[in-house]
């Protein structure tokens, strides 16, 4: 069997070509390949008809051979191996699963899977059988044991072919468009069946033509004219279509910045956007007194550079690569940008929310000084609210059990007076918070908070629990909402003449 090491990878493609001599002349399918695949990865192949992953593919179960390069696999050597050495170690390491199915009609679902313990000597007679029943009762097909190929469907073929590809406990199954001859709900039940195997410790290659099951697994391999699109790449910007993912690529340049080198600066004007392929990038706010705060740290596949650019103002964070090594970038203009946003409306609606959320973690960090894991667990599936103008968010008097961000907008502060109208004490603008005054004193709300004109405001809505997490996790948040629940008392009293119960 293959040997495994948790650190080095199952599978090494180094510089792999393929050539085919036609009477046209020279055709190369597959031009400089290099790619690993570490054990447990679940890991589809795309790209357009004619785009080589087939070849690719099938040089790494053998049924083709590499012009150039070398295919390692736990070690083994694929490439050099002899048609006779390929076929002996293929049947004991290496799981195949066909999109049509490719069952021997003339046995039946169990002998079908019997057959590669048989073939390759695995096994004794009577734990074949055991092996192969307890295999199809995992993928459900036990009840049609002793039923032909043909008397059964298409899906439960497949299950069937999945069940002989583990025949001989590989440890790596190669799936060559397992669902393309299926309908949607039985797809769905074999790719299930993939992540159930994936979970178990098994190594998947996936070539599929199905955009949705592609973002669904650990990692994807696009390849476009015979050569893979830097997947980090296609991590980023896993919304757009394959199509728009070569574009991309062909019209972006890598960029080395040295150690600690600013990749960009906050306030200076956006003009491109970033996508991060190798090494590692800290994004810093600056704040008063000239001192800077570490935000967040950027890994290869995440981007930055976009809230810029969509919201036509300046810079908002500086990024930098971290000091321990360069990074590499590929960065693509404001007009280029704005293209590809125009064209895919998923990208937009992501990297609105993204910069949503940015600007969220950005504003309770420095309020805070809180980690972005500790901010990630504190907003989980938090969400802002739109208010219109003239909208009251909080109503003097009434029993407080939240805490809020004002995100947009402005917001009026108003406390009743002794004629029954409202004065207005203060009005709030964008990152400042309120209702804190309610949860740290008698529970009722000492103002109306009210959408100004001009609205809407978009605010985010934090309960008591995550409230008083921020406190007690944050010392600095802590003395920040008592100097403000102060001030603001002070505010009241000053404006009403009237005590205010804390």
């Known amino acids: 069997m293959i040997p495994s090491h948790p650190t080095s990878p199952l599978i090494e493609i180094k510089n792999l070509r393929k050539v085919y001599q036609t009477p046209a002349g020279d055709f190369t399918a597959v031009n400089g390949i290099n790619v690993e695949v570490h054990k447990g990865e679940f890991v589809a192949v795309i790209g357009k008809s004619g785009s080589g992953k087939s070849t690719f593919i099938n040089m790494i179960t053998g049924i083709d051979r590499p012009t150039s390069g070398e295919i390692m696999i736990g070690g083994a050597p694929v490439h050099a191996f002899s048609e006779a050495q390929m076929a ?98 039985t797809a769905e039940k074999i790719f299930l069946l993939f ?12 070539v599929t033509h199905d955009s949705d099951l592609a973002r669904r697994v650990n990692r994807t391999i696009l390849i476009s004219d015979g050569e893979v699109v830097n997947e980090y790449l296609v991590q980023a910007l896993s919304t757009l279509t394959q199509d728009q993912l070569v574009e991309v690529s062909r019209n972006m340049k890598p960029q080395v910045f040295p150690p600690d080198a600013a990749i960009i600066q906050q306030g200076e004007e956006g003009d491109k956007f970033y996508i991060l392929l190798d090494g590692k990038a800290d994004v810093y706010i600056n704040r008063p007194g000239g001192s800077r705060l570490l935000v967040n740290h950027l890994k290869p596949g995440q981007y930055f550079g ?4 969509l919201s036509g103002g300046t810079r908002a964070a500086t990024v930098k690569a971290s000091p321990d090594g360069p990074v590499s970038v590929v960065a693509l203009d404001e ?27 950005n504003y309770l960090e420095m309020v805070s000084a809180l980690d972005e894991e500790t901010l990630c667990s504190i907003l989980e599936e938090k969400k802002p609210v739109m208010f219109d103008a003239g909208v009251a968010i ?15 907008g402005k917001l009026d502060i108003l406390v009743k007076d002794g004629q029954g109208g409202e004065t207005l004490v203060n009005q709030l603008s964008r990152g400042s918070y309120f209702g804190e005054m309610a949860l740290m004193g008698n529970k009722r709300r000492n103002a109306t908070v009210r959408v100004s004109r001009g609205g809407p405001a978009k605010v985010l809505e934090l309960g008591v629990q995550e409230f008083e997490r921020l406190r007690s996790s944050s010392e600095e948040f802590d003395t920040d909402v008592h100097r403000a629940a102060s001030a603001r008392h002070s505010e009241i009293e000053s404006t009403t003449g009237q005590g205010v119960q804390q």
């Open 394 to 408: 909080l109503k003097q008097g009434e029993v407080g059990n939240s805490f809020f961000l004002l995100l947009d």
């Open 195 to 206: 992540e159930d195997l994936v979970a178990s410790g098994v190594t998947i290659l996936m």
């Open 88 to 185: 002996a170690w293929r049947g004991r390491n290496l799981g195949i699963v066909f999109q049509f199915f490719q069952l021997f009609p003339t046995l039946t679902i169990l002998e079908n899977v019997i057959l590669p313990m048989e073939l390759n000597n695995l096994y004794s007679k009577g734990e074949r059988k055991a092996r192969a029943m307890h295999l199809l009762e995992k993928v459900e097909m036990a009840a049609q044991a002793d039923k032909l190929p043909s008397a059964i469907s298409g899906g439960q073929q497949q299950r069937v072919a999945i069940a002989r590809a583990l025949a001989n406990n590989p440890p790596l199954i190669v799936a060559d468009e397992p669902t393309g001859n299926l309908d949607s709900k």
């Open 335 to 361: 007009q280029a940008f704005n293209t590809l946003v125009e064209d895919s409306r998923s990208l937009r609606e992501e990297l609105t929310g993204l910069i949503e959320k940015r600007n969220l973690y």
């Open 306 to 309: 976009e809230i810029a650019l």
